[in-house]
């Protein structure tokens, strides 16, 4: 009974380069959610999707950062040309069609290092 | 003000002993709790979800709201040293027509109990 999956576990990327983080839900939720932890600071809601939907995305940062939940596929969490601030664990959530939306499980996170 | 606010620790305590983590807020749209755990590297794990006001017990822990006070806290009883990890209070808000995806973290407690 596999669980939500992340990956890569870690990743690291040199400043300008692209990063691409994978999340495959709990099988059958059809809610993702993305979140992001900065060293010292509690975890932030980054952006909420369905099935090729993208719900609400007001916690994202306006350039550079893109999410994706294709039909077919994990979702996916696209930031290009990365900065050192952008160091950080991105962690996955999901839940499924008909429940609470904030009953959610979550992945085991991607630790991103820019250099 | 933070929107959420919890003591980081580090808590150290014996095993056995009752352990009380907190959390305040400010926002009195939090109607939803919920209380997360993650250990060291992984991600967070649900432990227990509450939205009323009083106490809702789950084996060895118990998790107790006050929304008069906006104060919402986590005994855990006979701690035990597999306990140790950083506990993690969340919220959402009431939505018209369902629940609110948008959790607001703390930014977690870190506990070690030492055998």
Not at chain 1, 42 to 47: E, I, P, Q, S
Not at chain 1, 68 to 78: A, D, H, Q, T, V
Not at chain 2, 16 to 26: E, K, M, P, Q, W
Not at chain 2, 66 to 78: E, G, P
């Amino acid at each position: 009974n596999a669980g939500v999956m992340q990956n890569p576990r870690h990743l690291v990327r040199r400043r300008g380069q692209e990063a691409r983080l994978r999340c495959s839900p709990v099988k059958g939720h059809s809610h993702v959610y993305w979140y992001r932890q900065l060293p010292e600071e509690g975890l932030k809601f980054m952006v909420y999707l369905q099935k090729e939907n993208i719900i609400d995305e007001s916690g994202m940062p306006k350039e550079r950062f893109s999410a994706e939940f294709p039909k077919e596929g994990p979702s996916i969490l696209r930031i290009q040309q990365v900065v050192r601030g952008d160091s950080a664990a991105y962690f996955c959530a999901s839940s499924p069609l008909g429940h609470r939306t904030d009953t959610q499980y979550f992945g085991p996170g991607t630790r991103l290092t820019v250099l | 003000q933070k929107e959420v606010e919890q003591d980081p620790g580090p808590l150290s305590v014996p095993e056995g002993a009752i352990v009380s983590l907190n959390c305040t807020y400010s926002n009195s749209a939090f109607q939803y709790f919920m209380w997360y755990r993650q250990y060291s590297r992984k991600g967070p794990e649900l432990l227990m979800y509450t939205y009323s006001s009083g106490n809702k017990e789950d084996g060895r822990f118990t998790a107790q709201v006050d929304k008069s006070s906006k104060y919402i806290s986590l005994f855990i009883r006979d701690s035990q040293p597999s306990d140790s990890a950083t506990y993690l209070c969340a919220m959402s808000a009431s939505k018209s027509g369902g629940s609110n995806y948008k959790l607001t973290f703390g930014k977690g407690t870190l506990l070690t109990v030492n055998p």
